[in-house]
């Protein structure tokens, strides 16, 4: 078998890349305000006589929660849309609710089945490992319920999924 020029080294190869119109910075110090294990590595700035004023942002190198992230402000030409998300495994509902209305603060936008757009238009998953457990459930019934309630919730609700597998309250 033959081995991979990088195997065996543990540093993170591939990291998410994001491309922010003038943001870059702001997104990433709320990012790494909210979650933990997570810092500003890096910022470097345009200089005089660039595409964008003096002392912006330019590239941002980040942490949150473990996973190394890039970003850049260029422009608004490549806006963020649903194609791409971040998911947030969240393991309790009191996660849920803090990623929840953390990602929300300052001008959010909630949509469905645990999915939402922060500020800056970057969508995000905020999804229970409970959620996966239920809708994988062999009882078909069940899933399906479970699925019935997912697909009418926003911000996901353990308790009511919970309920709606069990058949509680029907």
């Known amino acids: 078998m033959t081995t991979k020029p990088d195997e065996g080294n543990s540093m993170q190869k591939i990291s998410p890349f994001l491309w922010f119109d003038t943001q870059a910075e702001e997104a990433a110090e709320l990012y790494v305000s909210i979650f933990d294990n997570s810092k500003i590595l890096s910022v470097s700035r345009y200089p005089e006589g660039s595409p964008m004023p003096a002392g912006t942002a330019m590239g941002v190198s980040f942490v949150i929660d473990g996973l190394e992230v890039q970003a850049m402000n260029a422009g608004p030409q490549f806006p963020f849309t649903e194609a791409i998300s971040l998911f947030v495994s969240a393991e309790t509902q009191e ?29 995000w998953q905020i999804v229970p490992p ?13 899933a399906e319920r479970t699925m019935q309630a997912m697909m009418g919730m926003s911000k996901i609700d353990l308790a009511a999924l919970q309920a709606a597998h069990d058949g509680v309250g029907l």
């Open 130 to 142: 409970l959620l996966s457990q239920l809708l994988g459930d062999t009882d078909p019934v069940k």
């Open 95 to 123: 996660k849920v609710d803090f990623y929840w209305d953390s990602l929300l603060s300052g001008g959010g936008e909630p949509s469905r089945c645990g999915w939402l757009k922060d500020r800056f238009g970057l969508s």
